[in-house]
């Protein structure tokens, strides 16, 4: 059975931008879309800029896919597959997340 | 009916070509298709290669790939030189012992470098460039090597040169000949790219003929000269020209030219019945074609002739256009001037460093050929004359001669081109196919490029490209699109319309009713800096938090390392002592790196997101506001001294610039304002570089609108002179707030004049004159957004739920542990990746 680990309270998030908490030893930028109430969570570093700032960049849409874009050079990063739409060649670790009880989880490892 | 056997030696650039064509011809199911190749790769885009240096990879110079060539049925083999010819028995023998028969044989087998019979030219670290593999034994060899040496100074080998000097080394470029690119520059063009080169750190040696490479002294090698001279380096790139490759046919009897190449005819057939041959290994008219457009045309004519077709190969334009260490140059037609009774404008810019020479015929009717350097914006004017025979204008100079202003710069223009003018050399585009494109529904480059490949090769013609595709949209009335992004269907200015006139005060709102989808980092901040224009709430309110960059809601100019610069606002660049030593005591205490900037201002830098409450808060009981140097706002009026102390001031410029700063604080717009006002005519403030720029007079204030520095400067245009205090005041309202109503996302006020129809004289008429009735209402526009003015580093220390954000992590106080300094003129600095890597003395 998995194990959900509470990072912080709904009541944290403020829609369409980012926070970033401290999961296991690693920074997980957190993005909760008021849109559609779902919750997203990457890696909070910036594989191009080389900085931990992902989760301080503007959330937004291109085509369908939801989509954070850096605050350092502007790159997109698909939040649902981490992908990045520019250079596809760096891809963003992705991490299980919910919200339950008013609360905001992550999986344990 | 069996299909017929076409065998293509060779997988390079002009081999692929030659594949790709059949593959699209009507008739491609005649034919079975297999290639070979002695590289290990399939065609890549050699002419790209040097990008490799910066950052490019193999599968990004690829031109195919594997997937494409089995889709196709195409039979490839890499890593196994043809190295048999039978031409009675129609087969090819390869290195590895495989036979293949044909029907059709196409030689493309290109050209090597030549590397000149220099005694120790063999040795470890001597090399050539034209290959991947070339590239990667370069980098290794450079990473073992402090200086580097080309040999050769024609197009390649300053491309090689570019090469090294990107790996670190000290390069040297050494030429025989007594100038660089000797055959595409005359004396002029080659001693100012010379100069140009020199300039950028590479050491060019001229005139020198290398007898021997021998062990060195304080390097690998030492080259010795002819002169008696010589050289040290560790590595040695041979570029000294390329030479056919035409070892196969030469072994089998097909006929070569006496300095080499495989003879062809105008349909490309060797002197052997079905053996082809094309690209740089065939000889044309005694000619070698080193370039790629040639090829590809040799390409598209065997094509044609083994499908049945009559196309001809009649020799090619051999100008180029080119980038070489960063410096543009081109060469057309005869640049030497080699007609007879050939004569030539020339135009010598040894301050600005640009060289044009234009040649012309005897009549002096028509262009025979130019050199340019340094500034090549004249090339496809001038081959277009020169490819389609036109007849020069009355003033050709002008053709060269630099555009001081107030003229149009003097230009063909594309709808004199026929339709027959080539546009794309590399893929033989014409004006007459990109109309067709455009007619066809292409209305953007992007769709152009799909349909005609134009601009996709080389891409030296993508200007020329795209003024065709707009005179042609001009032409179809097609109405040039300028929506902000994907979510709105409207430009800037009308998003600015509908907010202001259906009073809509939040991005949602926007959304639901005129967009769609989520938004994104284009029309989320636009969206935001107008309802902040228009409303001027705090930015930081929740329903606009999410619309505003990093640097918005930090309060902060996000760095590198993702740390925050702070810059409280001086007004006027005034400060008095003590407000000096509070910036100096806070710096300090958190270690922030300190700079003036060009703004009259202190700019600190290195503060963490936890750390910036903490400091904004001691600096505003200190008595200072934030400077909005992180927002698309007011940054700075700068002042000169003025008259309260100089002698020469003839008001009191100081004073006036603390007013419209405190004024105008805070004012979201389309781009950044920077004003300044000086107090007389000798300018000290600059303020002719500014949006708004004040200068002191006898008689007032004259003003001046517009300017701007930085990337693209532009002097300001006198806008109106001798003002009183309230009249310029009522002026830079209108102006400022028309400014904000009009222009595009980003659109400094500099470049939103020069798109301004009607231009400063219209401007004139609806700020000074009111020709539109709009004063009343841009004044009281703007009389709200002052009222409703609110330091937001004020605000926002003053709420303890909004410094909740001012912490790396929602669940812990630890901070970020990536960040790393290192310390430089006794202050600190982010460490750079390779101290990192090295884990030099980093400091906290």
Known sequence: ?109 | MSKQRVVVVGNGMVGHKFIDNLLQDTKADEFEIITFSEEPRLAYDRVQLSSYFTGATAADLALTDEGYYNDNGVNFVLNDKVTELNTSDNYVVTASGRKESYDKLVLATGSFPFVPPIPGNDQEHCLVYRTIEDLEAINASASQSKVGVVVGGGLLGLEAANALKAAGLETHVVEFAPRLMAVQLDEGGGNLLRRKIEDLGVNVHTEKATTEIVAGETCRYRMNFADGSHLETDMILFSAGIRPQDELARQFDLEIGERGGIVVNDFCQTNVDNVYAIGECALWGGRIFGLVAPGYTMAKVAVSHITGGEEKFLGADMSTKLKLLGVDVASIGDAHGNTPGAQSYTYNDEIEQVYKRLIVSEDGKKVLGAVLVGDVDAYGNLLQMMLNDMDLPENPAGLILPNTGGEEAMGLGVDALPETAQICSCYDVTKGDIMAAVANGCTDMAAIKGETKASTGCGGCAALTKQVLDAELANLGYEVKNDICEHFAYSRKELADIIRVKKIKTFDELLDSHGKGLGCDVCKPAVGSILASYWNDYVLEEEHMGLQDTNDIFLGNMQKDGTYSIVPRVAGGEITPDKLIVLGEVAKEFNLYTKVTGGQRIDLFGAQLHELPIIWKKLVDAGFETGHAYGKSVRTVKSCVGSTWCRYGVNDSVGFAINIEDRYKGLRSPHKLKFAVSGCTRECAEAQCKDVGVIATENGWNLYVCGNGGMRPRHADLFATDLDDDTLIKYVDRFLMFYIRTADRLQRTSVWLENLEGGLDYLKEVIIDDKLGLGAELEAEMAANIGNYQCEWKTTVESSEKLKRFQHFINSDDTDSNLAYVVEREQRRPATKEERIQSVELVD
Request: hydrophobic letters at 35%.
């Open chain 1, 1 to 109: 059975m998995s194990n959900w680990i509470t990072v912080c309270s709904e009541n944290d998030l403020t829609p369409s931008t980012g926070i970033c908490a401290l999961h296991e030893g690693e920074q997980v930028a957190i993005f909760f879309c008021g849109k559609n109430k779902e919750v997203y969570a990457v890696s909070n570093f910036d594989p191009i800029g080389e900085a931990n700032v992902l989760s301080r960049g503007i959330m937004g849409s291109i085509g369908e896919d939801v989509v954070v874009a850096s605050p350092l050079y502007k790159q997109h990063f698909n939040l649902k597959t981490g992908e990045c739409l520019e250079e596809p060649e760096h891809t963003l670790k992705t991490y299980p997340i919910r919200l339950e009880g008013g609360e905001v989880q992550l999986q344990a490892a």
